[in-house]
């Protein structure tokens, strides 16, 4: 498998980066109010991701001795990252001027947060199948997966925040789009290793 910590870095600087309602939410909550309302939208991963990680966790190790159900499932976590590459390799600059209808507190955050889907795809589908091999060998390396993953998804929004309050010019500008094709190719990637690692389970 792939390095753990290298994985949760370059998915955690993504899933931070990656347009959605969380991100939104957190450029909008700055905008309209101030970098400390931004800042409480970008910890509410921490909270409620909880409950999906251990949901994903449940139902993958029940599928754990069935190797096909696995490749499958890595199979559509490769199809998923390729799927993100190509929305990273056709991302635009971000309209800072979204509004959002309920930005104010850390509730809205974590309810956003545990409607979205996103969130259970990528731990059922990609998540889950990193750790859990991780975790027959070493009950404490998947720790390494999640802590990189989240310092950086929390810390690249915390930056968003920052930036934002400081400047727009950021999630309009060009850097920004050039950020996330270089994460393209390295999801890409990731998608590939997906594709592969499913194959070799469904076929051996």
Not at 93 to 104: F, M, S, T
Not at 119 to 143: E, K, Q, V
Not at 171 to 199: C, E, P, V
Request: glycine letters at 8%.
């Amino acid at each position: 498998m792939i390095d753990l910590v290298i994985a949760g870095i370059l998915l955690g600087i993504y899933a931070g980066l990656s347009p959605g309602p969380m991100l939104l939410l957190v450029v909008s909550q700055t905008i309209k109010h101030e970098f400390k309302e931004g800042l409480k939208v970008a910890f509410t991963p921490l909270i409620s991701d909880i409950p999906i990680i251990i949901i994903s966790l449940i139902i993958i190790s029940y599928l754990e001795g069935y190797k096909s159900i696995l490749g499958i499932i890595f199979i559509f976590g490769g199809f998923y990252l390729l799927y993100l590459a190509y929305e990273s390799f056709k991302f635009k600059p971000l309209d800072v001027d979204v509004e959002l209808n309920k930005p104010k507190s850390l509730r809205k955050g974590v309810t956003l947060n545990l409607l979205n889907p996103s969130p259970y795809i990528f731990w059922i589908t990609i998540g889950s199948p990193i750790i859990i091999p991780a975790y027959m060998i070493n009950p404490i390396a998947p720790l390494e997966f999640i802590i990189s993953f989240y310092i950086f998804l929390v810390g690249v929004k915390i930056c968003v925040a920052y930036v934002t309050g400081k400047s727009r010019e950021f999630i309009k500008g060009k850097n920004y789009l050039h950020i996330m094709n270089i994460l393209g190719i390295f999801i890409s990637i990731f998608g590939i290793i997906y594709l592969y690692t499913g194959f070799q389970l469904l076929f051996s």
